[in-house]
């Protein structure tokens, strides 16, 4: 680990002067070869933020222990470099990084950017840039640039925040847009009016922020959010979009809390004409007050939303949400089922995540069985194996299945206990000639 003392550029501020930063080695390697080629490097985004908050006392900060795994791989290391008076280009800093580490890289050329996989984790680089967006909504295009300007780009002052780093180890907080006193004052502010226009994300991302960090939409930010959602800029964004941003609302410990503001400020229904009932928000709170997040809770969200078969969602992802929307008709054959193979047959199709999150939104008999399923009947196997069944003189092929399933409902009915009784009921099944 490499300590970085914190100094202040421009006017100090007391209450952030003494923070000390621990990089993972692969980063100060980084930081001394760009300040080799007389090029600049910072650490930007969130992680700036969350540094300064837990400094301040104001938030615990994340686990900064990059192998340790308290860093998840959403909030890896994010460094920006200037490397415009060097000669050199991202592309071959990545190269050099990787040479003398045994990572991998990818560059995207379009946003100038690229990340370094490597055992320990993830480093995200990105030149520091100017960007310029041909109409609302449309993916930005970029072009080399300061700090200034890439700080400037940003969305919030409180993730318009750098630390620029040098080759001696030392350090500087770049707070241009006055993100340190937006943190002091726990403030969600824009940086320019056009910003929720330029990336209606913003909006959800807005929320998002204000709501995990306890902070206030500024009230300027918040007229501009309500004017940009009433002149219809969410609708749009793209499909893919949208669900990236909810996927990032699902990891959110406060995920109920969000959704409410993101609803209250009709911000879905922007986006797809989506305005959930009650009963959406009721089962949302059993489901987060019983820990899900995440996959998840994303997968029970694509069930109520009014998504098209061709959003980009993962074919898992498909089949979970499907099942979660056709279950009240298969609950009640649930119902009247009497038996546990019955029960096996009617679950066995459902897909894990749909079946784990049916299980904390039913009651009573159902749940019961799903648990039960969950619990028990997934796992249970005959003790007779195909192979057994081919050495007792069965062929393989269609018979052989159809004697093999009737063991396992044998089985999970319990008729069968052990090989023996396995072994006598082959032999009945035989003689009828399943
Ligand atoms: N950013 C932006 N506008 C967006 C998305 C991102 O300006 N629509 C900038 C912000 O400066 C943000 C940084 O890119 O801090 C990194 O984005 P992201 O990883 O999404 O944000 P973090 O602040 O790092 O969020 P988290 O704490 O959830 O990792």
């Known amino acids: ?27 100060a390697l980084l930081v001394r070869v760009v300040s080799d080629w007389g090029g600049r490097v910072f650490l930007v985004g969130g992680l700036v933020r969350d540094w300064l908050l837990a400094r301040s006392g104001l938030v615990p900060n994340r686990d900064s222990n990059w192998a340790g795994g308290g860093r998840d791989a959403k909030s890896d290391w994010d460094i920006a470099v200037d490397l415009r008076k060097t000669g050199k280009t991202l592309v071959q800093l990545m190269r050099e990084i990787c040479r003398q580490t045994g990572g991998r890289y990818v560059f995207y050329q379009r946003f100038l950017t690229g990340t370094i996989t490597l055992p320990a ?16 909504a449309v993916l930005p ?10 700080l ?62 306890g902070f206030e939409i500024e009230s300027g930010t918040a007229y501009l959010l309500r004017t940009a959602v009433k002149d219809g800029y969410p609708a749009l964004l793209t499909p893919e979009r949208v669900l990236y941003e909810l996927r990032c609302i699902c990891n959110e410990t406060e995920v109920l809390k969000v959704l409410e ?33 995440g996959e998840l809770l994303f997968i029970y969200l694509l069930s109520r939303l ?68 969950l619990r028990e009947l997934k796992d249970i196997k005959p003790e007779l194996s195909s192979q057994d069944l081919i050495e007792s003189g069965i062929k393989p092929g269609p018979q052989l299945g159809r004697i093999l399933e009737q063991l396992l409902y044998a089985r999970l009915d319990r008729r069968v206990k052990n090989r023996d009784s396995e072994l006598r009921l082959v032999r009945r099944l035989r003689r009828k000639d399943v």
């Open 1 to 27: 680990m490499n300590r970085f003392a914190l100094l202040t550029r421009g006017r100090p501020n007391q209450d952030f002067t003494c923070l000390d930063l621990e990089l993972p080695a692969e980063c």
């Open 121 to 136: 984790g993830r480093i995200d680089i990105s030149h520091t840039r100017a960007e310029s967006y041909p109409g609302p």
């Open 141 to 150: 295009k970029v072009q080399a640039a300061g700090i200034e300007e890439d």
């Open 152 to 213: 400037g780009r940003r969305d919030f002052t409180v993730n318009a925040l750098a630390i620029e780093m040098n080759a001696q180890g030392q350090s500087r907080v770049v707070d241009l847009y006055g993100g340190q006193k937006d943190l002091q004052a726990r403030l969600i502010r824009i940086i320019h009016p056009g910003s929720f226009i330029d990336d209606p994300t913003r909006i959800f991302r807005c929320i998002r922020f204000a709501v995990r960090l």
């Open 261 to 293: 503001a993101v609803v209250k400020e009709s911000v879905l229904k922007g986006c797809w004409q989506w305005q959930p009932s009650q009963d959406f928000f009721t089962e949302l709170k059993v489901l987060t007050q019983a820990g899900i997040r």
């Open 306 to 373: 009014p998504i098209a078969p061709n959003y980009p969602v993962t074919r898992e992802e498909q089949r979970a949400q499907q099942a979660l929307r056709d279950f009240p008709l298969l609950a009640g054959r649930l119902r009247r089922a009497r038996r546990r193979s019955t029960f096996y047959r009617l679950l066995k199709p459902l897909p894990l995540p749909a079946l784990k999150i049916l299980t904390v939104l039913t009651e009573g008999l159902i749940k019961n069985r799903l648990e039960l399923f």
